[in-house]
């Protein structure tokens, strides 16, 4: 079978070794959680909990607001704090439900209870997914059950399971791979359930030879499944070269992978997928890997949500003297954080400890651009960022929307291939809120004159 | 044929290529002449002519278009103020009536020494971009000035520049245009009449304990001068004191028992020295 990949992209150094034979452990934090009601794309969702209120694990505290939304669960047992803004992961002050932990992890009513999803009908499986509060678990947060609800259910040929994690240093979806394959697998049974003609594609990297033994061993006998062996190669796991190298075909600018006929998911959300429609059980922990250099325990963890990184990541044991900075995701796409003191959420899929900084030894040298077009030739989406960062540097924002700024997925390809060592993502990160709003005027305005 | 003759067939001949040019453009400038009202060439020449658009027209030729026909009033023009707006007045024939001189203001008095910083800011020195990452570059307070001079880089008057890690306003060079108010990702600087007396030098939203843990010099919201200001030009929302500068006297009641001297006399010698940059 030959190897499928995009055209584009970069070879970082993968940094896997570190983690990827570390078991998951169960973190159990200890001190107060914090969860902000903004985890995912879309609205903050509504607290239904008030100061004081006993939760159990498993307790809805926060309720959707609107279609793009998603429900918060509580990952402890105790009692809500306060309700207040806390600093999120976003950096800004948010609105957070703060509990008090008792350490106990009651769980609530129902959670754990086992249920047959082969008796359910689709939009019993899409509410469930709802109810859990899934999201995308990737980075992006995307509440599931909206991708499970296209336009077009009977088109879908393709449900991908994205395994690729091609991100340096991060090996928490490998781990959930190698060590709990079925969860993976019954949460892509769970969705064909909702799509029967649909086949399920379980895209993984040739440098998982585990994860892929284990997924094989799971789906043997089965045809309606299938492994896709990708190239190593960074942005693998970005949506779109995932849709190319399962159908061949490149996404329109702007579309969705439904289009085309596929859904694409992380494996990690279909194993909440699986855990929410089978064990009823919310989304209320995620794996997490801790990495980088200046990690002296790196490894993969189950982390309750709300958990601040200063409990994982504790000064005496955890940071390697000379450490420089911490990332939230991993090296490539992941936001430096200011301090220790942000809870993780649904989207943070890695921790990411570096002791030297290769962006302020970058800025050092870096010089004008030399119109080499190296950018361009490895962006996977196929892109200008040369006259991207130019149309943002003159602040030029109608500029950055002809070029097709607004595709940008801000994988970083093309700031890891610069020979000057430009800020690209950097620059493509700042100009993409003010540009959409500019989009969103001028379809306004289009619209208006109409 | 001597040079001499060539010499004066060529001189003839140009005189009468030059007779014949003239006569032409002289024909077409009367046939295709465009109307100009001589108001309008009357103010444009009086308007300063920097085209900075601080006034909403495009550029000073037209505002002068837009005063003559009578849709502008003639006191729009920011940057001259009030002497070019009585010129104008004189042009049209109408009365100037009052307008007060602008100038910027910066909502932040966090210098280096008493805001304090968590972090080190490794990125593209601007403000939006430092504005876009979590944590807001260095300082810990959110609101705050983040002192990479998106502003300064704006101003074609020279009036403002980043001093000891804030913004700074010089008041006598400021025209009140506003572009360094569009440029701040902060939103701090406001732009209010120059003879107003105090202003609030803070713009943090959060609540008294955390800006006390941010910034020595942040409003932390006590409502001291709300209930001191016997005007009622005092309001407060946000957590932050806001003055209603019509409704401000100046008579400075509440400076009086602010606690971390948060409302500055824009006035006072001490003040005006702080304002100046450090040439």
Not at chain 1, 30 to 41: E, I, N, T, W
Not at chain 1, 368 to 373: A, D, Q, S, T
Not at chain 1, 384 to 411: K, S, T
Not at chain 2, 110 to 137: E, F, H, L, M, W
Request: hydrophobic content about 40%; proline content about 5%; overall charge neutral.
């Amino acid at each position: 079978m030959g190897k499928y990949s995009f055209r584009g992209g970069v070879h970082p150094r993968g940094y896997k070794e570190l983690s990827a034979q570390k078991p998951f452990e169960v973190f159990l934090p200890k001190g107060d959680l914090v969860f902000p009601l903004s985890q995912h794309l879309g609205k903050p969702a509504v607290p239904v909990v008030k100061k004081n209120d006993l939760v159990k694990v498993g307790q809805l505290i926060a309720k959707a607001d609107g279609f793009i939304s998603s429900n918060i669960h509580s990952s402890v047992s105790g009692k809500v704090k306060i309700i207040e803004p806390r600093l999120n992961n976003a950096g800004i002050l948010g609105e957070s439900i703060v509990i008090e932990n008792d350490g106990e992890y009651t769980p609530a009513e129902g959670v754990g209870e086992f249920s047959d999803y082969t008796t359910m009908t689709g939009k019993e499986i899409i509410d469930k997914v709802k109810e859990a509060g899934i999201v995308g678990l990737g980075g992006a947060g995307f509440p599931t059950y909206v991708k499970l609800m296209p336009k077009n259910p009977e088109e879908i040929r393709w449900i991908v399971a994205n395994g690729a994690e091609c991100e340096p240093g991060i090996t928490c979806d490998d781990r959930l791979m190698v060590e709990h394959p079925d969860w993976v697998v019954n949460g892509l049974k769970v969705v064909l359930q909702i799509f029967p003609t649909a086949r399920a594609v379980i895209a993984i990297e040739e440098n998982k030879p585990d994860a892929i033994n284990a997924i094989e061993k799971e789906i043997s006998g089965d045809d309606r499944f299938s492994v896709l062996v990708l190239k190593v190669k960074y942005p693998q796991g970005g949506e779109r070269n995932l849709v190319h190298a399962v159908s061949g075909q490149y996404m329109e600018s702007g579309a969705l992978p439904a289009s085309l006929g596929v859904i694409v998911d992380n494996t990690a959300t279909l194993a909440a997928i699986y855990k929410a429609v089978c064990l009823n059980t919310p989304l209320y922990e995620r794996g997490l890997t801790v990495t980088g250099s200046g990690a002296a325990n790196p490894g993969n963890y189950i982390v309750k949500f709300g958990t601040l990184a200063s409990e994982i990541l504790t000064f005496e044991d955890d940071i390697r003297l000379g450490t420089k900075k911490v990332v939230l995701g991993g090296p490539m796409m992941g936001v430096a954080i200011p301090n220790l003191d942000i809870p993780l959420e649904k989207r943070n899929n890695a921790l990411t400890v570096l002791l030297e900084d290769d962006v302020e030894t970058a800025q050092k040298q870096m010089t004008n651009c030399i119109r080499c077009g190296k950018c361009i030739r490895v962006c996977p989406l196929g892109l200008y960022p040369q006259m991207m960062a130019e149309a943002v540097e003159r602040n030029n924002l109608q500029r950055f929307i002809d070029v097709h700024g607004l595709d940008c997925i801000q994988c970083g390809t093309c700031n890891y291939a610069c020979p000057a060592k430009r800020p690209l993502t950097q620059l493509f990160k700042q100009a993409k809120p003010a540009a959409m709003a500019l989009n969103r005027l001028n379809q306004a305005k289009k619209e208006g004159g109409k | 044929m001597s040079s001499g003759a060539l010499l004066v067939i060529t001189i003839i001949l140009l005189g009468i290529v030059a007779l014949l040019v003239g006569v032409m453009l002289v024909f077409a400038g009367n046939k295709f002449a465009v109307a100009v009202d001589p108001k309008e060439s009357a103010v444009r020449e009086s308007l300063p002519g920097n085209n900075c658009g601080a006034c909403g027209y495009p550029g000073c030729d037209g505002l002068a278009a837009a005063i003559a026909k009578g849709e502008a009033p003639v006191n729009k023009c920011p940057v001259g103020g009030a002497p070019v707006a009585a010129k104008i007045s004189e042009i049209m024939g109408v009365a100037a009536g009052e307008s007060v001189r602008q100038v910027a203001f910066v909502r932040c008095s966090g210098t280096c020494d008493k805001a304090v910083t968590n972090s080190q800011y490794i990125g593209i020195r601007s403000c939006s971009a430092a504005a876009a990452i979590p944590g807001k570059g260095e300082k810990l307070c959110q609101d705050g000035c983040l002192g990479f001079g998106e502003c300064v880089a704006q101003c074609d008057f020279d009036a403002i520049h980043i001093v000891d890690g804030i913004a700074y306003v010089d008041r006598t060079k400021c025209v009140g245009c506003g572009k360094c108010a569009k440029a701040c990702p902060q939103h701090l600087i406001e732009i209010i009449p120059d003879d107003s007396v105090y202003a609030v030098a803070c713009a943090s939203r959060d609540k008294g304990k955390a800006v006390k843990a941010q910034c020595s010099a942040g409003c932390i919201g006590c409502r001291g001068c709300v209930i001191r200001c016997k005007n009622g030009a005092m309001t407060f929302a946000n957590n932050l004191a806001h003055i209603d500068y019509e409704k401000c006297t100046g008579c400075g009641d509440c400076t009086v028992k602010c606690p971390s001297k948060v409302i500055v006399n824009r006035l006072s010698p001490q003040d005006q020295a702080a304002e100046k940059p450090a040439s």
